[in-house]
Every structure is written in structure tokens, then in C-alpha cells.
């Protein structure tokens, strides 16, 4: 079972022998070992069953040393960076070698961040090497959001989690790269959108419903939990489950419903604020997938600033 604690220097000496460590982000717990290391990164493929072709992010500590892993930083992409480093944005850059293709499943660009937690940026600026890190849940679940979450899914398969307390941010970073001049949103995450357009103007959002995603990550089903979860009018749907006498939770944006149990329903945020429904959704998530119920019923948040990268996560939970 991995030990939980805020020892730096072994979470340290675990990632130099090629072992995997559970790292604190900003956005979501990472699974992170050394990125320069075919068998450690082939390691965090086999730890969270994922597949080869949908790659990994690749966490340093400094836009300075992303150097010494890509080609070229184009001037929008670095203006970004300098604006929103450490911070929930990840950009795709052209790689150098040094990268092996396992990191980028063969592709030319490499996905890079750095991360905002002060733990992972003294493990990050101790290391001579940097981290890559998927989320550290099995392929295709709830991302993580606190220690716990990973020590139930992975903990028998690492032997160390860095506990950094709750993720600030709770949604994984925004994944921003060119095509030919062009700005592109590949992922909505932790960094709005209009964050990014009031930095460097417009930029086009991909849309992911592609069956064949250019860039992985797009996969229609994700972020899911094991039961349904069914997107809809609260109102409508809570009613109908009622007369069903089906065994459900719900999980509202702000609203309380009188009708239900108290211990069968969560607010993601009582106060209708966006970052406080986004730093609980993923714990909102797996509770109510742990519970009793047989089925989860779900609203959309309204669909604007970080209302739209929920909104994406919810979608996706619910495709199935
Ligand atoms: O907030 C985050 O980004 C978290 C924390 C741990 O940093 N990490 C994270 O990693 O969400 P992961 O592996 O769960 O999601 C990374 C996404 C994947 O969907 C992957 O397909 C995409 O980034 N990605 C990674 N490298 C890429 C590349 N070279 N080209 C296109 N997409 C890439
Ligand atoms: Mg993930």
C-alpha cells in the first residue's frame, strides 16, 4: 500500500529509481514518473491501463528549462505561458528527441505544463528530469481531487503519494496548441477560455465529437462513473424516479430538492459560484457513484467561464 505523506526528498528518491509517485496539482492528482525514462512512463501506461496512443503531459518546473524538451516555442504560446505559468494550462510544442515517442504516442508535438502546488514545484525543481503525469485514476474514471482518490484506485500499485490537501482548481488543465496560425483549444480545463482570449486574442475551440480525434484526449467517454448518469432536468427527472420508486442521487448545480433525501443529494455549489462547483464536481462524482443508488441524475452548470469545461465533463460522463 503507498505511504501518504509531504516528504519531498522520497517522493524524490521513489521517482530517480523509476518507481511512481501520486503528485498534487492544482487541476487533479497526477501519477508522475520520469518522463525521460521509456520503462517509467511505459510503468504509468500499465498502471492506469491506458492505451499507448493517448499521451502524456509532461510537468516541469520553470518555462526556462521547457527548453531543453522542445524545438520551437512559438511567440502566442509563449506569451501564454509567461502570463498563466505555474498554471492550468498545458501547450503543445514542437519535441525534441530527448522525449521518447512513448510520452507523445508517436506524435510530433509534446504536451507541456507547469504546474501550480507548492509540493510538486520543490519535487519538480529537485529533480534533474521532469515528470510525466496523467491523471492518476484508471483510464476512463473520475479524476482525482484528493490523496484518498488515489490511494483507493492506484495505492497497491505505487509506493508513495505526495499529499498536497485538496485540488484548488479541480478540473485538468486547458490544452492549447497552433495549427499553421491559428489558436487551438484542444481540451476545456481550469483556465477559462476568455482568460486566454483577453491574452492573446480569439482562439478556435475543436470540437471532440470526432469518432477519429486528431489529438487524443477527446475521447467522447470519460471522466465516467460506473453507474448511469443521466444529464437532464432535475425537476423533470427526480419526479419521474420517484413514481419509479428507483433508487437515485442527484447532483445539482445549486439547488436543494426538498423531495429527496439530504444524504442522496450534493450541491456542487449552494452559492451558484463556478469554482466552487468545479473544485467539487470530481468528488461530487465519486461519492454519489459510491452510494447506494443504482442510478445519477444531473444538470448541466450554466455555460459560461468555467460553467463550460463542467459542462464538457459532464457531457462526457454521461456518454457511455
Ligand atoms: O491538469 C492536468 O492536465 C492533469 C494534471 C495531472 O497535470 N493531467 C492530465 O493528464 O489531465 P491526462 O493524461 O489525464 O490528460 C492529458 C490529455 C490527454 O487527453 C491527452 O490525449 C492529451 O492531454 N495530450 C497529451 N499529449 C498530447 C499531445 N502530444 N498531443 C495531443 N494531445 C495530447
Ligand atoms: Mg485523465
Same mark, same amino acid.
Request: with cysteine; glycine share 12%.
Given at each position: 500500500m503507498a505511504q501518504i505523506g509531504t516528504d519531498v526528498a522520497l517522493a524524490k528518491s521513489f521517482l530517480e529509481e523509476g518507481k511512481l509517485v501520486g503528485i498534487p496539482t492544482e487541476t487533479v492528482y497526477g501519477l508522475a514518473g520520469n518522463a525521460l525514462d521509456p520503462e517509467a512512463v511505459a510503468l504509468i501506461f500499465e498502471t492506469k491501463n491506458r492505451p499507448n496512443f493517448d499521451p502524456l503531459i509532461l510537468h516541469t518546473s520553470s518555462l526556462e528549462r521547457v527548453g531543453d524538451f522542445v524545438a520551437a516555442f512559438p511567440e502566442k504560446l509563449k506569451q501564454l505561458a509567461e502570463t498563466?505559468? =505555474?498554471?492550468p494550462l498545458t501547450l503543445l510544442l514542437p519535441k525534441k528527441?530527448?522525449? =521518447?515517442?512513448l510520452v507523445t504516442s508517436g506524435l510530433d508535438r509534446v504536451a507541456v505544463r507547469v504546474p501550480k502546488h507548492p509540493l510538486t514545484l520543490a519535487l519538480l525543481d529537485a529533480l534533474d528530469f521532469p515528470l510525466a503525469a496523467p491523471s492518476a485514476n484508471p483510464f476512463g474514471y473520475i479524476s482525482p481531487t484528493w490523496p484518498s482518490h488515489v490511494e483507493v484506485q492506484l495505492g497497491e500499485k505505487i509506493p508513495y503519494i505526495l499529499d @498536497? @490537501?485538496?485540488? #484548488?482548481?479541480?478540473l485538468e488543465s486547458t490544452i492549447v496548441g497552433m495549427e499553421d496560425d491559428e489558436l487551438v483549444v484542444y481540451r476545456l480545463g481550469g483556465l477559462e477560455v476568455a482568460e486566454i482570449e483577453k491574452s492573446v486574442g480569439s482562439v478556435r475551440i475543436r470540437d471532440? +465529437? &470526432? &469518432?477519429? =480525434?486528431? #489529438?487524443?484526449?477527446?475521447? !467522447? +467517454?470519460?471522466? #465516467?462513473?460506473?453507474k448511469p448518469f443521466l444529464l437532464g432536468d432535475l425537476k423533470r427527472m427526480i419526479a419521474e424516479n420517484l413514481e419509479d420508486k428507483t433508487e437515485f442521487a442527484v447532483l445539482s448545480f445549486s439547488d436543494f430538492f426538498p !423531495?429527496?433525501? +439530504? !444524504?442522496?443529494q450534493i450541491a456542487l455549489s449552494p452559492a451558484g459560484d463556478l469554482h466552487e462547483a468545479a473544485k467539487n464536481l470530481f468528488s461530487a462524482m465519486r461519492k454519489l457513484d459510491e452510494s447506494p443508488a443504482s442510478v445519477i441524475l444531473a444538470e448541466l452548470t450554466p455555460d459560461t467561464g468555467l460553467g463550460k469545461a463542467i459542462n464538457d465533463r459532464l457531457r462526457r460522463a454521461a456518454t457511455k
Open positions: 498563466f505559468w =505555474p498554471g528527441p530527448i522525449v =521518447p515517442d @498536497g @490537501g485538496a485540488c #484548488a482548481v479541480g471532440h +465529437s &470526432s &469518432s477519429n =480525434p486528431a #489529438a487524443p484526449g477527446q475521447l !467522447e +467517454s470519460h471522466y #465516467a462513473p460506473r !423531495e429527496v433525501r +439530504s !444524504e442522496d
